[in-house]
């Protein structure tokens, strides 16, 4: 069984950052990419950002130059660093996680930007 352990959504203010973790524990052994999706009200799921196990990242365009995704894959960890945040960002974050058994989506985390 594998388990994500997201943590760092919340709320902040137009212009202000956040730092969002997801940690992968269980059997899990071979991590290949990791990356954050986003679900804001009434929306589907869009991709925020990937990166692979060699360190390749892709961001959606809207968050280019304010997110950057990164992992430390001896903790199985995955994070994304956001700045500049706007009111278009407020959403639930979900981390993913592809194994060599499939794919492990987190519970999901909330951040709203407001003032």
């Known amino acids: 069984q594998v388990q994500l352990a997201e943590s760092g959504g919340g709320l902040v203010q137009p212009g202000g950052s956040l730092r969002l973790s997801c940690a992968a524990s269980g059997r899990i052994f071979v991590v290949y990419a990791m990356g954050w999706y986003r679900q804001a009200p009434g929306k589907q799921r869009e991709l925020g950002a990937t990166i692979t196990s060699g360190g390749r990242t892709n961001y959606e365009n809207s968050v280019k130059g304010r997110f950057a995704i990164s992992r430390d894959n001896a903790k199985k960890t995955v994070y994304l660093q956001m700045n500049s945040l706007q009111p278009e960002d407020t959403a639930v974050y979900y981390c993913?996680?592809?194994?060599?058994?499939?794919?492990?989506w987190g519970q999901g985390t909330q951040v709203t930007v407001s003032s």
């Open positions: 993913l996680v592809q194994s060599q058994f499939g794919d492990y």
